[in-house]
């Protein structure tokens, strides 16, 4: 019988009504996320409370001629770091984008072993590559790296490229190859393809790049322990220092030196970030 | 003129196989076909920017099948323009000139003269951000246009265009075609682009391209 079927009219549908504000959306957003940020927040004020009950203490630790050689040597060894690191990284990410050959899922997974390894074990192996093996010849006798300033920076280079690498290759990846083709077709050889078409428009990657790799080779620690040790005013950069006075048991010295590294990281990554403005190449 | 001779062409699972056709010296020919036909590709393969698996590709007589890109001297204007993001209009125009190193008050001349015969003389020191669709593609033609060459490729370059632009564009590409006597293949699946524009149309059908006349 036709009664008994439903028939829906529009202005039977009275429940519903059209939502007056997505404040509730927004809201929720920012509560979840906001729990991060305090967190964030809450460990810095922390630090800079416990700093300033004992302030005297800290700054002698501060200006401490160990403390000031491992500033500098973090501040050297980082940015070396980061310019080895866009060496490789600059090829490879180009490489992986826009290549496709066989074996490339293998290498892909070589690409990110120093990313999910435990730090300690990138520091073991290194140390394994330059005792146990012919390369020990050249650690001892040529030029020395183990337990020297250069394990510093190889500690860090193997992992803060890893980043770099990833990074790049996902720029790469969002620049269209279209623009490098018809560069060819108008005459350009490739290296010209890619010096004057892809490089300038891959210029704020290659900048978040060089933050990844400077700001992760700031707080490398556990390679660096094991494969340039912890020799104060020798291999000593700012996460070591922390660590050795922590194990000293001064744990103000600790806590002021992690607030320098917090105004030291927060100080260049901003002049970093502020030079990204898009570069023109003319 | 362009000869393409029993082109064989793989890509994947996709492939053209015994593709043949020519388009003479000085003509203006449109290739149609349905999307995923392979005409992107055949032009790809035209332009050296696809490897070829057989067959032969003539550019004025001269087989250039193994050339690279730039060897083959063919303008490209591809489907969005494709334009340098951090270079000017300017500098986008005179990059081909640059590279074959012609001297500056050379390279100038041809870009005023492009910039006036596209209408862009305004546009010659801003970047393509901001660029309208009909702005970045007549900056597209400038730019495959500036190294003189005899022949031209256009990979539905109207496709993303209103219709009024796109009218003025046909305008445009008439004139060009007028003032530099270019040999032209370009591709569209708009009926009306092919008629406003083309001397004979070449149709994709069945895997073959076939010359077809209304």
Request: hydrophobic share 50%; charged share 20%; glycine share 6%.
């Amino acid at each position: 019988m036709s009664e008994s079927k439903s028939h829906i009219a529009p202005q039977q549908a009275t429940s519903w009504t059209p939502p007056a504000s997505d404040a509730i959306f927004y809201w929720c957003l920012c509560i979840l996320g906001g729990f991060y940020i305090l967190l964030i927040v809450s460990m810095l004020l922390a630090d800079i409370f416990f700093v300033s009950t004992n302030l005297e203490e800290s700054y002698q630790v501060l200006v401490s001629k160990e403390v000031m050689y491992a500033t500098w040597l973090s501040l050297l060894s980082c940015c070396v770091t980061t310019v080895l690191s866009l060496w490789v990284a600059i090829p490879l990410g180009y490489l992986m984008s826009r290549i496709e050959f066989r074996g490339k899922v293998l290498l892909d997974t070589i690409l990110d072993i120093p990313i999910f390894l435990p730090p300690l074990v990138v520091g073991l192996s290194l140390l394994v590559l330059f005792r146990q093996t012919p390369l020990r010849y050249i650690d001892d006798n040529i030029f020395p790296v183990t337990l020297h300033i250069p394990a510093v920076i190889l500690a860090q280079f193997a992992v803060a490229s890893a980043f770099a690498v990833r990074t790049l290759r996902a720029t790469f990846d969002e620049i269209s190859p279209r623009c490098e083709q018809v560069a060819l077709t108008l005459g350009c050889s490739r290296w010209q393809a890619f010096s004057m078409v892809v490089f300038p428009d891959a210029w704020r990657g290659i900048l978040t790049a060089a933050t990844m790799a400077w700001a992760r080779s700031l707080g490398e620690f556990g390679p660096l322990m094991i494969f340039a040790g912890s020799t104060r005013m020798k291999t000593e950069v700012l996460p070591v220092s922390v660590y050795l006075e922590l194990s000293a048991g001064r744990i103000e010295g600790a806590v002021g030196i992690s607030l320098l590294m917090v105004f030291v990281a927060v100080l260049v990554l901003v002049l970093i970030r502020s030079s990204g403005k898009k570069q023109k190449l003319w | 003129m362009i000869e393409v001779n029993k082109l064989f062409v793989k890509s994947g699972q996709f492939q053209l196989a015994n593709i043949s056709f020519a388009v003479p010296q000085g003509e203006y020919a449109a290739l149609m076909g349905k999307t995923g036909c392979g005409k992107t590709t055949l032009v790809e393969a035209i332009m050296g920017l696809r490897r070829v698996n057989g067959g032969k590709i003539y550019v004025n007589d001269v087989d250039v099948t193994r050339f690279k890109p730039a060897q083959r001297e063919i303008g490209f204007v591809p489907q969005d323009g494709a334009l340098f993001q951090s270079m000017t209009v300017r500098h986008q125009i005179a990059l081909a000139l640059y590279i074959r190193k012609f001297p500056a008050d050379i390279v100038k001349q041809r870009v005023d003269e492009l910039a006036g015969l596209l209408q862009i003389q305004k546009l010659l020191d801003r970047y393509p951000e901001g660029l309208s669709g009909g702005e970045r593609q007549r900056v597209a033609l400038g730019r495959a246009l500036s190294f003189w060459p005899k022949v031209l490729c256009l990979d539905e370059p109207l496709s993303a265009l209103d219709s009024e632009t796109r009218q003025q564009m046909f305008e445009l590409l008439k004139e060009v075609r007028a003032h530099t006597g270019v040999t032209a293949l370009h591709v569209t699946h708009n009926r009306d682009e092919a008629e406003a524009l083309a001397d004979r149309v070449l149709q994709f059908e069945d895997g073959e391209v076939v010359e077809i006349s209304w």
